[in-house]
Nanobody, 125 residues
Framework: QVQLVESGGGLVQTGDSLRLSCVAS????????MGWFRQAPGKEREFVAA????????VYADSVKGRFTASTDNAKNTVFLQMNSLKPEDTAVYYC??????????????????WGQGTQVTVSS
């Protein structure tokens, strides 16, 4: 079992930055693929970024590439999503997700059995 707790959301203006954090606890956390997803009002949950903590490769959605950076502090079992140059269309609830041990960095929701409660990000124009 894995528990995930996100924080760091808030209300910002266009062009501002935010850093989301996700503290993970439970078995084999450091071996798992970690992902960030978001869900805007009235829309389906969508992929933002994913990586495996033992790999330097991170996969990003085209809509955030060059603006968002995912990273990890393995010693603290914490993953981050640094979001720069925020736009109103980035407004959503952001979720941290954990996949299976030794999994691949997937953009598919089904690849992540564990989810946090979400943190709201609102970008005003």
């Amino acid at each position: 079992q894995v528990q995930l707790v996100e924080s760091g959301g808030g209300l910002v203006q266009t062009g501002d930055s935010l850093r989301l954090s996700c503290v993970a606890s439970g078995r084999t956390v450091s071996l798992r693929t970690m992902g960030w997803f978001r869900q805007a009002p009235g829309k389906e949950r969508e992929f933002v970024a994913a990586f495996r903590q033992s790999s330097p490769i991170t996969v990003y959605a085209d809509s955030v590439k060059g603006r968002f950076t995912a990273s990890t502090d393995n010693a603290k079992n914490t993953v981050f999503l640094q979001m720069n140059s925020l736009k109103p269309e980035d407004t959503a609830v952001y979720y941290c997700a954990a996949g299976r041990p030794y999994g691949t960095a997937s953009s598919l929701i089904g690849g992540y059995p564990y989810w946090g409660q979400g943190t709201q990000v609102t970008v005003s124009s």
